[in-house]
C-alpha cells in the first residue's frame, strides 16, 4: 500500500517549491495532501528568530528564499502558485491560520479564540479556492484541550495533528473528541537530523508494519533531501493523500 504523505505550505517559500514539487510526485504516480495556512506570511516578522543561526541551518535555508516574495505578496493563500494545485488530483486542506502566531501563543488561547482562528481561515481558505476546507492541520502539531473542543465544531473529515501509527479520535481526561486523526508517522526528513541512510530505513520499517505516513516542507526536501524523497517514494510505491487513508485505512 502507498504511503501517506503530507506536505505543509507554511509561507511563501514553501509556495515557490510547488511547481518542483508537483514535478516529483508526478514522476512516481503519487498524490499528496497540501495543508495551505491562511493570512499573513510570518516571516518577515520572525525574521529575528533566525539572526544568529548558522547560515546553512535548515531555517535559513527553507526561508531566505521567501524574504523578498513575501514583502510584496502578504497573504500565503492568495498566492499564484497554488491555483496550480486545483488542476491536479492532489487534496488541498487548511493549515490554520497565522502560522507562526498559532504555534507561539495556541497553549494561552480559549476555545473561543480558536474558534474565531478556525473560522477566519475557513473564509480565507474557501474565498481562495471556492470550497469548505474538508480536512485540518494544526501549525506546528499544537494541541490543547480547547483546541479540540473548537476542533469539533467544525465537521472536518479529519484533522492530522499528531504522530502515531493509527487512525484514532483523540482523548483528554476521560472525554473523547469526534474528529478523526490521521497523524504523522515521524518528523520531516529535514527535521530528523540524522544520516539519509537511517530516515530511509525507518521510513521502510513503518512501511512495512501498515502504517506510514511522512510529512515534508517543498522548501526543503525536494530541494535539499531530494535523492533521499525519490527514494523513499520509490520503495513505498509512491504516496497517497491521507484523505485517501482516511477513507480506506490499512488493516493494521
Ligand atoms: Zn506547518
Not at 491536479?88 to 507561539?104: A, F, Q, V
Not at 480558536?114 to 474557501?126: A, Q, Y
Not at 472525554?175 to 540524522?194: A, C, D, N, R
Not at 513505498?236 to 480506506?248: F, K, P
Amino acid at each position: 500500500m502507498k504511503a501517506g504523505l503530507r506536505v505543509d505550505i507554511d509561507c511563501i517559500a514553501d509556495i515557490i517549491a510547488v511547481p518542483l514539487l508537483i514535478n516529483i510526485l508526478g514522476k512516481y504516480d503519487s498524490r499528496a495532501t497540501f495543508f495551505i495556512t491562511t493570512g499573513e506570511d510570518g516571516t518577515l516578522r520572525n525574521a529575528f528568530h533566525y539572526a544568529g543561526k548558522k547560515i546553512f541551518s535548515l531555517p535559513f535555508k527553507r526561508y531566505c528564499k521567501g524574504f523578498f516574495h513575501s514583502l510584496f505578496n502578504r497573504h500565503v493563500e492568495s498566492h499564484h502558485n497554488l491555483k496550480m494545485l486545483l488542476e491536479t488530483d492532489h487534496e488541498i486542506g487548511l493549515h490554520g491560520y497565522r502560522h507562526y502566531e498559532w504555534m507561539s501563543s495556541l497553549h494561552a488561547k480559549s476555545k473561543e479564540e480558536i474558534t474565531d482562528m478556525i473560522s477566519e481561515g475557513c473564509e480565507l481558505f474557501e474565498h481562495e479556492f471556492g470550497f469548505k476546507p474538508k480536512s485540518f492541520s494544526s501549525p506546528g502539531f499544537r494541541t490543547t484541550k480547547n483546541y479540540l473542543l473548537a476542533l469539533d465544531e467544525f465537521g472536518f473529515d479529519y484533522s492530522s495533528d499528531f504522530f502515531g501509527n493509527k487512525l484514532f479520535y483523540p482523548e483528554i481526561d476521560g472525554k473523547s473528541f469526534k474528529t478523526m486523526q490521521v497523524p504523522v508517522s515521524m518528523l520531516s526528513p529535514g527535521e530528523l537530523g540524522v544520516d539519509d541512510s537511517k530516515i530511509l530505513m525507518q521510513g521502510k520499517e513503518l512501511h512495512k508494519n501498515g502504517y506510514f505516513v511522512f510529512y515534508i516542507h517543498p522548501s526543503y526536501e525536494p530541494i535539499y533531501k531530494r535523492n533521499l524523497f525519490e527514494e523513499i517514494l520509490r520503495c513505498t510505491g509512491g504516496s497517497r493523500t491521507l484523505s485517501e487513508i482516511y477513507e480506506n485505512p490499512p488493516d493494521i
